[in-house]
Each structure stands twice: as C-alpha cells, then as structure tokens.
C-alpha cells in the first residue's frame, strides 16, 4: 500500500469519520498522501481590506485569506473570565470532525471529500501547539480539486485525547508512531509532525509521495524559543498553561496576527483543561532535537530516499530561515522539489491557504 505524505512545520504537527478499513484505489494503485506542519501564534482585531490607513504589513495585502486579519495586537485577549470565554467559544472550530477511537485512545478527525474521490487520498498532520484546524480551508478546497482529505488532532492537542503523561502515554517518539500505526489500521494512515518524517523513513514503501510545509529539516535548524523555555524547569510549567500560548506562536512566525474567531479556536482547548500545556510540556521534554533533524537530514539524502518530495516554504517564517529548505534539497537534487510561497509565514496553509493548495494539486 503506497501513501502521498504532506508534512509541515515542528517536532510534535480531522472532521467526520467512519470506523472502516477501507481501501483508497487510484489508478489501479492504492496511494494515500500526508501532510503534516507546525505552528505559529495569531490574533485579530482585523482592519478592513479597503482602509487606507497605514499598515506594517502593506507588501502582502493581497492575500485573500489574510489582509482582513492585518492588525497591531493591542490586547492579548477578550475581556471576560475563564468560564465565559469557554461559554462563547467552546462549539466552534470543529469543522468536518468527528471522533475515531484507536486502540484506547481517541482521536479527534476532520475529513472532506469522499473515499471515492477521484484523485486520491491526502493525510495532513500538524505540529505543536496547534491542531488540525489550521488545514480547513486547504482540506476544502482540495476535496473541491478531487481529493480526500484527513486531519487528525494529534494525541494530548486540539480535541482528541489527553492522558496524563505517565499513565499509559509518555509523548516519546516511539509512543505517538504505534498509536499512529493503529489509527492506520483504522483510517488508512498518517503521521505527526516531525515523528511523522521519521516514520515515513522508516517505512518508505507505504510512501508514493511526501511534502514538507515549513519543518526543521538540518541539524542546524534553530529550536523556537517556546520550545527552549519548556525545557526550564518550573518556568516549563508556567509556560505550558498560558492559554493564548498557540496564537501567539502563530504569531510570531508569520506576517500576520490571527482574527479573534481564529484565535478562540487555538486558545480553547488550553482554556478547556490543563491536559493540552502538559502534554505539550511532556512531548518538548522528550523529544531530541538534534538527533530528530539528523535523522530527517541524513535519511532523504540521495542514494537513501527516492520518493518525490515537495517543499512548500512560507518565505516570512521568523522562525526557520529559507536556508533551511535549500540546504534540504541540496541533500536530494532529483527528487526535491522546493516551492517558495511569498508573504506566507511558519504556517502557509493559516497564512496562505491557496497558496499552498496551488502547489499541492500540481503536484498530487
């Protein structure tokens, strides 16, 4: 069985859903394709795209997607305790999901299209500290194009579970690639993240395509500063419980700040419980950065990896510099396809969806 894998942004990155395993059949050959990515921290108290006024952000205001969102972040959220911001927010942000249960754990899931679709099926994974919300409006207008579309909310993120670290979940790299395997089982498969290109190495022959959104991809990726601090003790478990810590992640690798219904959405389950930060916290801890980006550098070199990959780069991450993507596809000339998406941060697909839709429908 061979898979199209999309993966995007960080270390840690679906709607309705029926428990089957069924097969995906495209031109006579069973393929389903992944995308996964990390996060950046957004807001809004959006201007108008007809105001003349002076904007920061003037060179990319003719983004569809983000030129209403433009802003300057005044407050860092609504006025208003904790339990009314959950009363005014805790419906939304589930569009096209539903819950999939996998071994013991389970899985909050977003899905377009249909299992018929003639072009085929793509997985899109998320990285830490967001959730598969950040692929809506990619999934859409791909199942538009021909496609069936998953998203997953990672184990201890957005709406799917969260064990308590230590009671039959630890967030290792091994941990979230077996309870990924058995969601397979189920849905036909995918993956998280960063963990999510290691499991592609490991079993290439599920792989028929990959591409790569904005992701530590060299040993000299830089480490985000979210990720620095949640290694600290004490000060690691402050930072994990700020519940407007995913928006402002958005944030601050992109060029924009998110619209207020936007940044409900990432701030909810943070609001919701103590479950989300902690588990982020734990998975931080445990994760080896550098021994990760070797793999991931080593592993799709030339001689090693033969699948074709795009690299569909945000050229505005304040985070990972564009050398990091061109020092990747150096690695692997012949099967590396490198596109730069302009005025797109950490997060094209939040910054830029049509952007990053255009890439993937040439290329799936």
């Given at each position: ?106 899985w909050f899931v977003r899905e377009t299209g249909s299992p018929q679709s003639r072009r085929g099926t ?172 070797s793999q991931i550098a080593g592993g799709f070199t030339s001689g090693r990896w033969d699948k074709p ?56």
């Open positions: 069985m061979a898979w199209t894998l999309m993966l995007s942004p960080h270390p840690l990155t679906l709607p309705k859903f029926s428990v089957s395993t069924r097969k995906v059949v495209i031109n006579s050959q069973r393929a389903t394709r992944f995308v996964t990515r990390a996060s950046a921290t957004e807001k809004n108290n959006g201007k108008s795209k007809d105001d003349k006024g002076f904007t920061p952000f003037g060179f990319v205001t003719d983004n569809p997607s983000s030129r209403s969102a433009i802003q300057l972040p005044e407050s860092p959220a609504e006025d208003g305790n904790v339990g009314q911001m959950l009363y005014r927010i805790e419906d939304k942000g589930k569009e096209y999901g539903s819950y999939i249960k996998s071994g013991k754990l389970r793509v997985v899109f994974l998320h990285g830490a500290p967001t959730q598969s919300y950040s692929y809506r409006v990619v999934m859409s207008q791909m199942s538009d194009a021909g496609f069936h579309c998953f998203a997953p909310d990672w184990i201890g993120f957005g709406f799917s579970d969260k064990p308590q670290p230590g009671y039959g979940f630890d967030y290792t790299e091994k941990e979230f690639q077996e309870e990924l395997d058995k969601l397979l089982d189920v849905l036909g498969g995918f993956l998280v993240g960063s963990y999510g290109l290691t499991w592609a190495l490991k079993n290439p022959s599920k792989i028929s395509k990959l591409t790569i959104l904005n992701t530590p991809l060299t040993v000299s990726s830089p480490i985000p500063g979210l990720f620095q601090k949640l290694r600290i003790p004490l000060y690691g478990e402050f930072t994990s419980q700020n519940a407007v810590m995913a928006e402002r992640f958005i944030e601050a690798g992109s060029p924009y700040v998110l619209k207020l219904e936007k940044a409900d959405v990432y701030r909810l389950p943070y609001l919701a419980s103590s479950g989300p930060g902690f588990a982020l916290l734990e998975a931080a801890r445990k994760i080896n950065f550098r021994d990760i980006s990959i795009l690299i569909a780069w945000g050229i505005a991450d304040k985070y990972l510099p564009q050398s990091v993507a061109e020092e990747f596809q150096k690695g692997n000339p012949n099967s590396v396809e490198l596109k730069l998406i302009e005025g797109a941060g950490h997060m094209p697909q939040e910054d830029w969806p049509e952007k990053v839709v255009d890439a993937l429908r040439v290329f799936f």
